[in-house]
């Protein structure tokens, strides 16, 4: 990401979202930049002889229902190529409709009638064969397209076995073998399924006496046939797809935006909610500052724009606005991320409080804390759904929670708690669900922190393990969430780093002509700067 004036060198991308930006993590050392608090017009500017590469948007205009339609369908491609690079567990498999749907029953309607037709036809004396000659032409046309380009000799058979005309020929002389004919297919698929599918060949080649239960099964199998070369195909693209992932992501952008004007509306808006919020707490420390000091007006840095714009990220609220166009392709992992934070902040809040609400006798007994967040990390979960109550599930973890406490503190003759004691414990838990709460805000501030720590230190896999005073009881979550959002801001930053470099020079100096921008060669030069 052009976002100072270096020099890019070129990379290229791991195997999956982790791989790739965890190799990334080794090459780079920060998505900060030193330089950051040295801002300047010229943090966007390079030396002339550069080559030039900056992301370019058209001037709005009026778009037509097939130019949205080709930009929806640009949409849908650059999130399924990003899910092709980064998932190595991506695969596709049949699609099941929901039983009862209405996809589902006029599906299985249509195709009754279609082979109910079929049925009768061959039962007919003499046998009318139309529509078994036209299932021998599709799968035909089927088990060709699994073929590579020079499979020649093979093509050649399957012309040679379901020879359309010469079945024609045949039907017309009441002289068409339909049984041996399904047998060569099926001798046709062993060749060219995969391994896994052997088991469902073998059930095939067992045959039916019903010759229309036995299309039925060939037409199902050949559609597992289908995902598998589909997949194989996937595993063989992934590689290259991979080896230049950040391009291929960048460039599909560029297309989008090269067709929608306004696809950086809600980003360009992320980043200045970030600039002004920068600038409003830079003029309030000015007041503290020296007279000398105040007539050098600092302006935040790029790294720190991109950093203060990623933390809001974790507290985004879709139901206000929706996620930034940038992060498109990374919502669900983002979105994942959010939720299993906001169920840990809960359960160390919990814990937080029982353990200040009870005191000494419970401390120190690792295996009462493990069953204890083991105990609020099941009531807790699915906190995120829009119709969980979570008012009601940290009563019922009082509760929960309040009978191990008794369990352990009468295990060691320790009295029960009173009455008293339970109803305050449950009372302060359940008053976590208040935004001013200061155990929420106390957690909330310092997982805040952890995280800018991360986004800002030079190498922030040595600081994972350096979790603030408070929240030990989540330490292993907070860390395997930490990595994983480090890894995305890193990979997300050498993707679009352009685009935001862009538009923070507008933002920033709206008031004089753009300055070129640097050229990126790659992912490095977005992540971290020399």
């Given at each position: 990401?052009?976002?100072?004036?270096?020099?890019?060198?070129?990379?290229?991308?791991?195997?999956?979202?982790?791989?790739?930006?965890?190799?990334?993590?080794?090459?780079?050392?920060?998505?900060?930049?030193?330089?950051?608090g040295e801002f300047s017009r010229a943090s966007f500017t390079s030396d002339s002889s550069s080559k030039h590469c900056t992301p370019s948007s058209s001037p709005p205009k009026i778009l037509t229902l097939d130019e949205v339609m080709t930009a929806a369908q640009d949409i849908i491609s650059l999130k399924f190529a990003h899910e092709l690079i980064m998932n190595r567990n991506i695969l596709r498999e049949p699609v099941n409709l929901p039983q009862n749907s209405?996809?589902?029953?006029v599906k299985d309607t249509v195709?009754?009638?279609?082979?109910?037709?079929?049925?009768?036809?061959?039962?007919?004396?003499?046998?009318?064969?139309?529509?078994?000659?036209?299932?021998?032409e599709e799968i035909r046309e089927i088990l060709l397209s699994f073929l590579n380009p020079g499979a020649?000799?093979?093509?050649?058979?399957i012309m040679e076995i379901l020879d359309v005309d010469l079945i024609r020929q045949q039907a017309d002389n009441n002289a068409v073998d339909i049984q041996g004919l399904a047998s060569?297919?099926?001798?046709?698929?062993?060749?060219?399924?995969?391994?896994?599918r052997d088991e469902e060949l073998n059930k095939l080649q067992r045959g039916s006496d019903n010759i229309v239960m036995l299309f039925k099964e060939i037409f199902r199998v050949l559609d597992l046939m289908k995902m598998d070369a589909i997949n194989s195909e996937i595993d063989f693209l992934r590689p290259m797809l991979q080896s230049m992932s950040v391009d291929c992501e960048r460039s599909m952008f560029q297309r989008i935006l090269d067709k929608t004007p306004t696809a950086l509306r809600h980003t360009t808006s992320w980043i200045k909610a970030s600039i002004e919020e920068l600038?409003?707490?830079?003029?309030?420390?000015?007041?503290?500052?020296?007279?000398?000091?105040?007539?050098?007006?600092?302006?935040?840095?790029?790294?720190?724009?991109?950093?203060?714009?990623?933390?809001?990220?974790?507290?985004?609220d879709l139901s206000k606005s929706p996620m930034p166009e940038t992060l498109m392709t990374q919502e669900l992992q983002l979105r994942e991320i959010q939720s299993q934070l906001q169920q840990y902040q809960a359960i160390n809040e919990v814990l937080l409080i029982v353990y200040s609400t009870v005191g000494g006798p419970i401390q120190g007994l690792a295996s009462l804390s493990e069953r204890l967040k083991r105990m609020a990390s099941v009531l807790l979960d699915g906190m995120h759904s829009p119709h969980f109550?979570?008012?009601?599930?940290?009563?019922?973890?009082?509760?929960?929670?309040?009978?191990?406490?008794?369990?352990?503190?009468?295990?060691r003759d320790y009295?029960?708690?009173?009455?008293?004691?339970?109803?305050?414990?449950?009372?302060?838990?359940?008053?976590?669900?208040?935004?001013?709460?200061?155990?929420?805000?106390?957690?909330?501030?310092?997982?805040?922190?952890?995280?800018?720590?991360?986004?800002?230190?030079?190498?922030?896999?040595?600081?994972?393990?350096?979790?603030?005073?408070?929240?030990?009881?989540?330490?292993p979550e907070l860390m395997s969430l930490g990595a994983k959002y480090v890894s995305l801001v890193k990979y997300n930053i050498s993707t679009y780093g352009p685009f935001y470099s862009d538009i923070i020079r507008k933002l920033m100096f709206s008031d004089s002509p753009p300055a070129p921008t640097p050229p990126v060669d790659t992912a490095q030069d977005s992540v971290t700067s020399s």
């Open positions: 990401m052009p976002l100072n004036n270096e020099r890019p060198t070129s990379t290229s991308s791991g195997e999956d979202q982790g791989s790739d930006v965890d190799s990334s993590s080794e090459r780079h050392d920060s998505v900060t930049s030193t330089s950051d209405l996809w589902k029953i195709h009754k009638a279609y082979w109910d037709i079929l049925e009768s036809e061959l039962k007919e004396d003499p046998p009318q064969y139309e529509h078994a000659i036209k299932l021998v020649n000799r093979m093509r050649t058979q060569s297919i099926i001798t046709t698929m062993g060749k060219l399924c995969a391994p896994c600038l409003l707490a830079s003029n309030s420390n000015m007041g503290q500052t020296s007279s000398q000091e105040k007539q050098q007006k600092v302006l935040p840095g790029p790294f720190q724009i991109l950093n203060n714009a990623f933390l809001h990220i974790l507290t985004w109550n979570l008012e009601e599930a940290l009563k019922g973890a009082s509760e929960q929670i309040c009978c191990e406490l008794n369990k352990s503190l009468t295990e009295p029960a708690l009173t009455p008293a004691l339970q109803a305050t414990l449950t009372g302060q838990i359940c008053n976590i669900t208040q935004r001013d709460n200061p155990i929420r805000t106390l957690v909330e501030d310092r997982v805040h922190q952890y995280f800018k720590m991360l986004l800002r230190d030079p190498k922030p896999q040595v600081k994972l393990e350096e979790v603030p005073a408070g929240l030990s009881a989540i330490k």
